[in-house]
Nanobody, 126 residues
Framework: QVQLVESGGGLVQAGGSLRLSCAASGFTFSRYAMGWFRQAPGKEREFVAISWSGGTIYYADSVKGRFTISRDNAKNTVYLQMNSLKPEDTAVYYC????????????????????WGQGTQVTVSS
């Protein structure tokens, strides 16, 4: 049974940092792209960052240079280090697993991710 459990959210002042973790189980972690998405109040969920099984990393323009995605295949965990946080980063953050093992190309399309965690709230105060 695939499970994704996020942790690390919280309240932080603008300019601060948080590190999110997503512990995965129930599948061969190294074979799948893992992504972080977020949903702000009143907005649609949006892509944040992807760690592709082939090693490629891809970021949304809004977080490039501030956020870093990484993965530890030995621990079945994907991380999102968030620095220089802004109030507009306030959202529920979700990790997700690609529907396809070893997808040849990176995808940021939400519907290509079939398993989702419960989400963790990140609130950035101004």
């Amino acid at each position: 049974q695939v499970q994704l459990v996020e942790s690390g959210g919280g309240l932080v002042q603008a300019g601060g940092s948080l590190r999110l973790s997503c512990a995965a189980s129930g599948f061969t972690f190294s074979r799948y792209a893992m992504g972080w998405f977020r949903q702000a109040p009143g907005k649609e969920r949006e892509f944040v960052a992807i760690s592709w099984s082939g090693g490629t990393i891809y970021y949304a323009d809004s977080v490039k240079g501030r956020f870093t995605i990484s993965r530890d295949n030995a621990k079945n965990t994907v991380y999102l280090q968030m620095n220089s946080l802004k109030p507009e980063d306030t959202a529920v953050y979700y990790c997700a697993r690609d529907r396809v093992s070893g997808r040849p190309e990176v995808t940021t399309t939400e519907s290509d991710y079939s398993y989702w965690g419960q989400g963790t709230q990140v609130t950035v105060s101004s």
